[in-house]
């Protein structure tokens, strides 16, 4: 058991490792393209100085990197990290493959917040990833007690449960949005599918550490998720406290799902793909799926995001609706193979 | 992306739910009456009517009446010119942002122009209802046709097609007279504008419909024409589309000499202040951010060329020093 434990911890650090160093990579390769063309080699010098130095970049271009492009990369880091993990714990702690925040109506549901939230608060940045969370972690209480019937939370009435609160969220959405004048009619719409263009300043650090902090307490609740993934009943026998794991699960779920939908809507799919991946290439124990699972998401929504404000420049794409269209036919295509 | 697979959930589950069947045959039952009794009134021959066929904008031939005393408009920049040329008597609907000129606000309301309720439009018995492109809806149109409504569509790109519609209206309702004037006075005014910017150097401007997320004019846009005559040049006016999302390093890069603003009309007070990535343009430090009543500069209305004529005045104040 205890040489088992260390090869895992061996595989973890090498895989998170690899990961990191590719983030770290993909974080920089991708501050080089956008709308503008910049300079590879002094933007290239001038992020390896921190921001230190300008080296030759123009002020002006140098506001464009460090102001609008990295900090836009970095959110949506923050913002993969979060679903991905979130997607990957809920899929341990439910037994179903199938749970993701954006199907299980739980991102629907800090939409809903996040949407009071910009009505009645307007003018309070924080009051938005706040609600948020509450919005989320009301969603995945429904969710969950819908699906629990007599016999237990069967995966397809877990299934059910999401497109039924999915449904009623997203007629709220639809009631309050008709309800709003013309003009943030547009704004809100492109929000929903998922936007990274409105990166705020003073949000950006939040949804950050709630990203790294959220992915370090699910991972230490790893070992309980695997025993879980035997069934409650056993994990029970065990010695893992199932009620304590399932709280602490939707808690810190909601608040990563709260802060990414608060900061860029709704981008579907990641909760999805990047768990099923992280699962297939290095196996199901989740001190490893969950933290690898982290950086991929990291890793996909800044490719996505990348897509979305390159592919028709100067004009954007919201980057939900690229997540969605890797995701949909990737996620077919993991069906059929497994 | 997920609105129709929600929609057809939805119908899926209510479906199930409704389980009596003769529900649904009383439904049926319904719906097939009133169908059939739409059809009957319909089919009465109108020998009174004599029609004529012009072109609209969508390049559709539409039969309208000679004479044409009820027409609703779905759009506020047709109502204004409805008005414009003295036949807003005839007007027996509009939208609820028709909103100019006052008497607007009385007239008939049939919704939004993006959701006008159908079933309003024809209990109102027009015999025209006109529509911009904003609010065309191919199943809307073909629904009012079946009902013997004509529609007629309006698709102004520029100034120029601003005066074409005042004209169209002014044929169509036998305002001829009064819509030439109309467009006689709004080219001496456009031509009195162009020939004060004519030798000025143009301004290079940024037009913000919102700041976050960013949006602004792009090539079809009807404001892009304006800016031009204004003597300015729009840095966007070369982006596909009418109202692009706008990348912000690009707005950055732009550098702008000049910032629109769009506020303060029916849009509200919103939009008053400039995006963060153009806080530190030329415009900026110069202050030379102009708030525009955005019904003049997105209606493509008569009061468009008011638009015109406030962002000339803005961008060259020399030009009309006199």
């Known amino acids: 058991m205890a040489s088992r434990n260390r090869t895992t911890l061996r595989k973890t650090f090498i895989a998170c490792a690899v990961l990191s160093g590719a983030l770290l990579l993909v974080v920089i390769l991708m501050s080089l393209v956008g709308s503008e063309r910049l300079p590879a080699g002094a933007s290239l010098c001038a992020l390896l100085s921190f921001g230190r130095s300008q080296c030759t970049l123009t002020s002006d271009q140098f506001d464009i990197l460090f102001q609008i492009r990295l900090p836009r990369i970095l959110l949506a880091a923050a913002v993969g990290g979060s679903l991905a993990t979130a997607g990957a714990s809920y899929q341990a702690l439910l037994r179903n493959p199938l749970a993701e925040p954006y199907l299980l109506g739980i991102s629907n549901g800090a939409a809903v917040g996040t949407m009071i939230a910009l009505v009645f608060f307007g003018a309070s940045e924080w009051s938005r990833p706040l609600l948020a969370f509450v919005g989320a972690l009301l969603a995945t209480l429904a969710v969950y007690r819908l699906a629990r019937g007599r016999a237990g939370a069967t995966p397809e009435r877990l299934v059910l449960a999401g497109v039924i609160v999915t449904t009623f969220l997203s007629s709220v959405i639809v009631f309050v949005t008709t309800l709003m004048d013309a003009t943030r009619i547009r704004s809100f719409t492109f929000w929903l599918l998922g936007d990274l263009s409105g990166t705020s300043k003073n949000l950006l650090p939040v949804a950050i550490a709630i990203a790294v902090v959220g992915t370090v307490v699910l991972t230490a609740n790893a070992r309980s998720l695997n025993l879980l993934m035997l069934g409650e009943r056993d994990a029970f026998d065990l010695g893992v406290e199932v009620g304590r794991v399932r709280i602490v699960v939707f808690v810190v779920a909601s608040l990563l799902v709260g802060s990414s939908v608060a900061a860029s809507g709704s981008v579907g799919y990641v909760g999805l793909v990047v768990p099923h991946l992280a699962r297939l290439s290095l196996g199901s124990d989740n001190r490893l799926s969950i933290p690898a699972a982290a950086l991929g998401g990291a890793l996909f929504v800044i490719v996505a995001d990348t897509a979305a404000r390159t592919l028709i420049a100067p004009r954007e794409l919201p980057v939900g609706a690229i997540t969605a269209l890797i995701g949909a036919p990737l996620f077919i295509y993991l069906l059929k193979r497994t | ?322």
């Open chain 2, 1 to 322: 992306m997920g609105g129709q697979r929600d929609f057809l959930l939805s119908i899926h589950f209510t479906c199930k739910r409704i389980r009596d069947l003769g529900l649904w045959l009383c439904l049926g039952l319904t719906l097939v009456l009133a169908f059939g009794c739409s059809r009957r009134e319909n089919s009465t021959p109108q020998t009174s009517q004599t029609f004529r066929d012009v072109t609209d904008d969508a390049g559709r031939r539409v039969a309208v009446p000679f004479r044409i005393d009820r027409i609703i408009s779905l759009a506020p920049n047709l109502t204004e010119i409805v008005y414009a040329i003295g036949a807003g008597d005839r007007l027996v609907g509009d939208t609820s942002y028709c909103d100019y000129p006052p008497a607007a606000k009385t007239v008939e309301k049939v919704g939004d122009t993006l959701h006008p309720s159908i079933e309003k439009i024809i209990a109102l018995r027009p015999q025209l209802v006109v529509v911009s492109t904003a609010s065309q809806l191919e199943v809307f149109t073909h629904q009012l046709e079946t009902q013997n409504i004509a529609v007629f569509v309006t698709d102004p790109h520029d100034l120029e097609g601003v005066f074409r519609s005042i004209n169209q209206l002014g044929t169509i309702l036998d305002h001829d007279d009064q819509a030439k004037q109309l467009v006689g006075q709004l080219r001496s005014r456009t031509a009195a504008v162009e020939a004060a910017v004519k030798t000025t150097q143009p301004v290079r401007v940024f037009y913000q419909l919102s700041a976050e997320p960013l949006y602004t004019a792009g090539r079809d846009a009807f404001v892009t024409d304006l800016i031009r005559r204004a003597g300015g040049l729009s840095v966007t006016a070369d982006v596909s589309g009418a109202w692009p999302k706008y990348s912000a390093e690009s707005a950055l890069a732009a550098r702008p000499e000049a910032i629109i603003l769009p506020t303060g009309g029916s849009m509200g007070a919103g939009n008053a202040t400039v995006a963060e990535p153009l806080q530190r343009s030329p415009a900026v430090l110069q202050g030379k951010i102009y708030r525009i009543n955005d019904d003049h500069l997105v209606r493509p209305g008569p009061r468009a060329v008011d638009g015109l004529e406030e962002m000339a005045r803005s961008l060259h104040p020399n030009a009309f020093k006199l």
